[in-house]
């Protein structure tokens, strides 16, 4: 799932991942909110909050949003950045290595909150959307831009257009049908993760953060480990 790239992927792998991982960054959006009231994958919403709090004369408030955008940039650069170097240097896991370290990330904010239970919020909000921006540059470039595990409104609008070209090209089906159920699954599975991790973190609390990485952790460790063991004389 971590490991195949582009053209070489199947869409089941590429159900799976966009299954899992948009599920993931559901959960984070939804504990973002419940903990700053700021949505850490929305990016057009952060956008959109930051002019109309500019347009109110909110310049402090409206810069916070514009913060998280640049968060979000900044977790998509150093993604972007850690794998074209990978791939260059032939690192089959660096896709694999990504998703370790947004893992690891992860775990740390839960362990951050465990330790500094008064952290503010401006900060953690802040590394949620770092962690978005990295997730989503991830899935983008091993799937050749086809899977986008936080882009909400994208998924949307390909939904919508599937369902035209369904319906209004009969011709185009087999074509359509496989890319109306990957973007469905992706929404499906974000706002299902939304719910979920809502209601884990209000039983739970930051141990969310260490289920979060336990998940991101099993499906990236694994193809690691074997890449390692294959490439031992």
Same mark, same amino acid.
């Given at each position: 799932m971590l490991i195949r790239v582009g053209d070489d992927r199947t869409g089941v792998i590429d159900l799976f991942l966009a299954g899992v991982l948009s599920s993931v960054s559901g959960a984070l959006n939804a504990v973002g909110f419940l903990i700053a009231g700021s949505f850490t994958a929305n990016m057009t919403g952060n956008i959109s909050a930051f002019a109309d709090h500019m347009a109110g004369g909110a310049v402090l408030l409206s810069l916070s949003f514009l913060g998280l955008v640049a968060a979000f940039i900044c977790g998509a650069a150093a993604a972007g950045f850690a794998i074209?170097?990978? $791939?260059? =240097? =032939?690192?089959?896991?660096?896709? +694999? #290595?990504?998703?370790?370290? $947004?893992?690891?990330?992860?775990? %740390? #904010?839960?362990?951050?909150?465990?330790?500094?239970?008064? !952290?503010?919020?401006?900060?953690? !909000?802040? +590394?949620?959307? @770092? !962690?978005?921006? %990295?997730?989503?540059?991830?899935?983008?470039?091993? *799937? *050749? *831009?086809?899977?986008?595990?936080? =882009?909400? *409104?994208?998924? +949307?609008?390909?939904?919508?257009?599937?369902? +035209?070209?369904? @319906?209004?090209?009969p011709g185009a089906r087999r074509d359509t049908l496989p890319k109306l159920r990957l973007h469905s699954l992706t929404l499906v599975c974000f706002a299902c993760g939304g719910v979920l991790g809502a209601v884990l973190f209000g039983l739970v609390g930051h141990w969310l953060f260490t289920l979060c990485g336990a998940v991101l952790l099993l499906i990236s460790v694994p193809p690691v480990l074997r890449a390692a063991a294959s490439s031992r004389p």
């Open positions: 074209q170097s990978g $791939e260059r =240097h =032939h690192l089959r896991t660096i896709y +694999a #290595l990504a998703i370790v370290a $947004e893992a690891l990330f992860v775990l %740390l #904010l839960g362990v951050l909150l465990a330790l500094w239970p008064s !952290v503010p919020q401006g900060l953690l !909000v802040s +590394a949620l959307s @770092f !962690v978005m921006g %990295l997730q989503n540059a991830v899935t983008t470039m091993i *799937s *050749s *831009s086809r899977v986008r595990t936080t =882009h909400v *409104s994208g998924m +949307a609008t390909d939904i919508g257009i599937g369902l +035209a070209l369904l @319906f209004g090209n």
